[in-house]
């Protein structure tokens, strides 16, 4: 009985030592969370979790809980996943546990058990927006991603490390820099981040050699990094001026991100100045964009009056200095989060938010504005998004292709630098002008007009040929005229597809000086009567002569050899004078007709 006695007090005594042990982690853990350094709280919290008996089913499920908002914070998915399971194990569950849980299956491509996990949530508040969308996205991702697109996506490994890169942005008038953060052992400092457990990012680039390769990416060392994140950096047009992201430490407060500025001199990047957008000191500002008029500061904000979670904003910039804040409202804007915006040089709008359903996590979508003057969106479907972040599109000029940033099958979450392209569908015209005989007329004019309003004078190469870019749904007409030949035409309706196409067009030209021979006309025997079905023949003179206003023509005609040489040549010149007298009566004018 005292041995009995004796085991049960060293098992209670076991038990008041961990419990004491997990309170300590658990309070570190708090600490922690409250200045969002979620990587050092997870782990405090998950050591918590290990000392809590399994028997304090409550204060396991409550340690899971942090654990996978923590996990969630800093994109460990799969881990998230866990501790929700246990958070659910232990009966410790909402209705927003359910909500987020659902959200990190989304991520991980786990759709079929995300829409389980959406209906739980929904059952308890059917009005949430963000359990709603999800429901969608959740049941349509299958299908989104089997459709697929005609993007193609490739990792570019040149720029990419064991840790996380991204947000790359182009610069240079030949788009051979590529600027980017980056988390790598090569980050200046040795201190590891308590949000990741990594180095602060860096900002770095990479250089195209004169071979177009991209070569190993450096650290900018000119003193824009520092001891702090730096990152998600945008250019003006004139490519003078850089906005980034810094994220600091207030001791007082969360950790919270800045937009900065810097400017260049010669090729280096001076020291960054905060730039201050409002007066409100407690919000977050990140990830800047410029406009390609260079008139509006585009970047996201947690600040109040916005539609929740992270919103996109824009401020003007005016020699005078900056604007009034706008919000862009809630078409772009959701409960969730949108970020990253960023412009292609057309002027369209790409950002990324997990508000809008999508695939899982953030999915890019482009912002157009209407003829209304309102924006729409579109989802640019798989492989582009996927179920992990997509998000921070550059682009190389106007074309439709660049480098964007995924953390899609990386388990530890970190984001990595993808090259994309959308090949693009172009329908052109290739011609050929020549003479009758074959031979290439490099001294002709192609005229094109459009019912569009283009009018446009095409250059012909040396080989005869030409090649111009058309416009889907346009009707189009070509001239070909040259010195000495006679002028053709040829018309091109342009239907919209969905494959490049190029359109052939010929242009045979006729001497003026060689006596053509026009077929298919018929007279009434020994009569100049002209029949009905020679007018097809005519109509195709009248075309030619309006198409050659400066052209003169001499008609003649012939007869069969019957009856004498004398009625012949007064049959046959009563013929040609059929044809003038047809001729003038469909508008041409009698001085170009002899």
Not at 112 to 136: C, I, T, Y
Not at 157 to 168: G, K, L, Q
Not at 285 to 303: N, R
């Amino acid at each position: 009985m005292q041995r009995l006695i004796h085991h049960t007090f060293l098992l209670l005594l076991a038990l008041l030592v961990c419990s004491c042990g997990a309170d300590k982690n658990l309070k570190r853990g708090e600490k922690y969370l409250a200045l969002g350094e979620y990587y050092d709280a997870a782990t405090e919290f998950k050591t918590a979790y290990s000392k809590t008996p399994a028997k304090e089913r409550d204060r396991r499920g409550q340690c899971a809980r942090k654990m996978a908002l923590c996990y969630e914070k800093i994109n460990s998915t799969q881990k998230a996943i866990a501790a929700y399971r246990n958070v659910i194990r232990y009966k410790q569950d909402d209705a927003q546990t359910h909500l987020s849980f659902a959200r990190q299956l989304m991520k991980n491509g786990n759709y079929k058990e995300a829409v389980q996990e959406f209906h739980v949530a929904l059952d308890s508040m059917p009005d949430n927006p963000l359990a709603r969308k999800g429901l969608e996205a959740a049941m349509a991702a299958p299908e989104l991603k089997e459709q697929g697109s005609r993007y193609t996506v490739k990792k570019m490994d040149i720029f990419n490390s064991r840790r996380a890169d991204y947000s790359p942005m182009l610069f240079g008038e030949e788009f051979d820099q590529l600027f980017f953060t980056s988390t790598r052992n090569e980050a200046e400092g040795d201190e590891l981040s308590g949000i990741t457990g990594t180095k602060n990012g860096d900002i770095f680039f990479s250089q195209k050699d004169d071979k177009g390769k991209w070569g190993k990416p450096q650290r900018i060392e000119s003193g824009l990094n520092s001891e702090y994140d730096e990152g998600a950096c945008c250019f003006t047009p004139d490519q003078r001026e850089m906005y980034y992201t810094m994220c600091s430490t207030d001791p007082s407060y969360p950790r919270y991100a800045k937009i900065m500025k810097a400017s260049r001199s010669d090729a280096a990047w001076g020291k960054g100045s905060d730039v201050t957008l409002t007066k409100d000191t407690l919000s977050s500002y990140a990830h800047p964009a410029i406009s390609p008029d260079g008139e509006w500061l585009y970047f996201c904000s947690d600040m109040l009056g916005g539609e929740g979670g992270l919103d996109i904003w824009r401020i003007r910039l005016t020699s005078n200095g900056l604007g009034g804040v706008e919000n862009l409202g809630n078409v772009i804007n959701t409960p969730g989060d949108e970020m990253f915006p960023t412009f292609r040089p057309n002027g369209d709008l790409y950002f990324s938010s997990d508000g809008h359903g999508g695939m899982g996590g953030l999915d890019i979508y482009i912002a157009q504005v209407n003829e209304r003057g309102r924006w729409q969106l579109e989802h640019p479907g798989y492989p582009l998004n996927s179920q992990g972040d997509d998000f921070g599109m550059t682009f190389e000029g106007p074309h439709n292709r660049g480098y964007f940033c995924s953390n899609r099958g990386d388990g530890r979450g970190w984001d990595h630098i993808f090259s994309f392209e959308k090949p693009e569908i172009i329908q052109t015209v290739k011609g050929w002008v020549y003479e009758n005989d074959g031979y290439e007329l490099t001294a002709a004019q192609v005229y094109m007009v459009g019912n569009d309003g283009t009018n446009q004078k095409l250059s012909v190469r040396s080989d005869g040929s030409f090649t111009e870019v058309l416009t889907p749904g346009v009707d189009y007409v070509f001239l070909a005229t040259c010195k000495g030949f006679l002028n053709h035409k040829e018309e091109l309706h342009i239907v919209p597809t969905q494959e490049s196409e190029e359109h052939v067009l010929q242009f045979p030209l006729a001497s003026i000086t060689a006596p053509v021979m026009i077929d298919n006309i018929f007279y009434d025997y020994d009569k100049a009567t002209l029949r009905p079905e020679s007018e097809a023949a005519l109509d195709e003179l009248v075309t030619l002569l309006n198409e050659n206003p400066n052209v003169t023509i001499e008609l003649s005609a012939h007869c069969d050899y019957v009856g004498s040489s004398q009625y012949n040549i007064g049959l046959a010149q009563r013929r040609a004078e059929s044809v003038v007298n047809y001729l003038i009566a469909h508008g041409i004018a009698s001085d170009r007709l002899t």
